[in-house]
């Protein structure tokens, strides 16, 4: 329980029902009605889109393509919820999105659930939930093609089953599942799961069934451990380089300071203090009341932010957003710091008063959507270059010299070939000489100090920084299979 001077202003149960379903409903148009604006971004959502893209139209499930070669980088769940999506509603910016818009309504959903079962108090789970749902950062990944709000509902949707262990332990089993699917969702920091419940068991002196933890255990790890023997066994010394490429750039790689190595625990804890507003302070209350009263229930709230921080800390790369496994903690923590804070009726008409505006504003963003336009050069060359070649064509793609991965991405999510890809511009030269394509997409000042004065060429579109052209009197060579074209 929160304390007994806050069980003293429970509303009735069909008060907080209402609440809840007022909510809910907030929270799926919040969540649900902007994904139809903007486009896909090309280092993160426009690549998992292309992947489940493939997925669906060769219903090839265990090939997980980029480019026409292996995507080795991450596990294929995010991308397998897309493509059962893209088969019966098609391809589309916002089915690619729909995944994450769901899973962030279930987390909000979810919240509530857990807010209210480790307090004793519903009006502390549909505080969480209204915290949740509020939650600027949580709602902008939400509408995203991106893996962290999915990971976040897996890691919350464990947690749950967790707690419900303790009185029936057949949950545990759901748990286990759970961290297989976040762990099929975000490789390596789907161990988290797995670590979380050590911590727990160890901070809080759980007791649950050892049979039912070694099946958990095999349920959790079993699918991954399956998922990535097949691709050691498929591509073997390719799988460990690409592999190891990806976890020196994300993970284990070497820091520019080096000294920066050492200070992700600051660095994260300045992010959270900058972005976690108006709730930080209710937050760091409610850990402080968690800690002082030593209740097992809530208590569970503090191994979980501190797994989720310390993974995120000791890694390379610094982003916020992997904290979100965290939000929901955050919320429940917040709806404590809350009510321990204010009197009760503060809260309550508060709430009261703040959910009409709230209405309001939700119902302005599902008619007038933020529209976030990416792909704005490479949308229209995407269009421009699949017109102008035949299916089988690849298309050389060089801007500046720059590994564009991001542009690339979404030319292959919003077209139809597969790209050459010139990322080192020594290779340029011997890329027009022995072209492996006749079309090209190039930045236009590129084109113009290197292509135009020297080879004939005849210009297809042209969108803003990016030209595409076909090289003329030339044939391309052909070399090895389209594997090797990414």
Excluded at 59 to 80: C, D, K, Q, T, V
Excluded at 179 to 195: D, E, V
Excluded at 264 to 270: D, T
Excluded at 347 to 372: C, D, E, M, S
Aim: glycine residues 6%.
């Amino acid at each position: 329980m929160i304390d007994n001077r806050t069980s003293r202003f429970l509303d009735p149960l069909s008060t907080n029902t209402r609440y809840f379903w007022i909510l809910a409903a907030l929270s799926a148009i919040l969540l649900l009605a902007p994904i139809r604006a903007g486009d896909l971004a090309g280092y993160d959502d426009a690549r998992y889109a292309l992947v489940a893209k493939h997925v669906a139209l060769t219903r090839h499930w265990l090939e997980i393509e980029s480019n026409g070669g292996p995507a080795l980088e991450h596990p294929p769940l995010f991308s397998w919820m897309q493509a059962a999506l893209f088969i019966p509603f098609g391809l589309s910016d916002p089915v690619a999105k729909l995944p994450s818009a769901l899973c962030g309504l279930g987390v909000i959903l979810l919240v509530a659930w857990l807010g209210r079962r480790i307090t004793d108090s519903p009006f502390a789970g549909v505080l969480a939930m209204f915290v949740m749902a509020t939650s600027i950062y949580f709602i902008k990944y939400a509408a995203r093609a991106m893996t962290d709000v999915p990971f976040t509902f897996f890691f919350l949707a464990a947690v749950c089953c967790w707690l419900l262990a303790e009185e029936e332990p057949q949950w545990l089993l759901a748990a286990g599942a759970f961290a297989a699917f976040a762990q099929l969702t975000r490789a390596l920091t789907g161990l988290s799961i797995p670590l979380f419940f050590a911590a727990d068991l160890m901070v809080n002196h759980r007791r649950l069934p050892s049979r039912y933890l070694i099946a958990a255990a095999a349920i959790a790890f079993a699918p991954p451990i399956a998922w990535y023997a097949q691709w050691i066994a498929h591509y073997g010394h390719r799988f460990f380089v690409e592999s190891t490429l990806y976890m020196n750039q994300e993970v284990t790689g070497e820091l520019s300071p080096a000294w920066r190595r050492y200070t992700g625990l600051f660095e994260y804890l300045w992010m959270i203090s900058k972005s976690y507003w108006p709730w930080l302070p209710a937050m760091v209350a409610g850990i402080a009341f968690v800690v002082r009263n030593k209740d097992p229930r809530t208590r569970v709230l503090i191994p979980w932010i501190a797994v989720v921080y310390v993974l995120c800390a000791i890694t390379k790369s610094r982003v916020l957003r992997y904290m979100l496994p965290a939000y929901p903690a955050f919320a429940i923590l917040s709806a404590i710091g809350l009510l321990w804070l204010l009197p009760d009726r503060y809260v309550r008409n508060g709430l009261r008063a703040l959910t009409p505006p709230l209405a309001l504003f939700v119902l302005w963003i599902a008619i007038h959507p933020p529209v976030a336009i990416h792909a704005v050069d490479t949308h229209p060359m995407a269009l421009e270059s699949t017109a102008a070649t035949t299916p089988g064509d690849l298309i050389t793609f060089y801007d500046a010299g720059a590994r564009r991965n991001d542009e690339m991405n979404e030319m292959l999510w919003y077209g139809d070939r597969y790209f050459v890809p010139v990322f080192d511009p020594g290779k340029l030269a011997g890329a027009l000489e022995k072209p492996r394509s006749q079309v090209f997409i190039m930045d236009v000042e590129t084109f113009q100090a290197q292509v135009e004065p020297r080879f004939p060429n005849q210009v297809i579109a042209r969108a803003g920084h990016l030209i595409c052209f076909r090289l003329l009197n030339s044939r391309p060579v052909l070399a090895g299979s389209r594997l090797g074209v990414r």
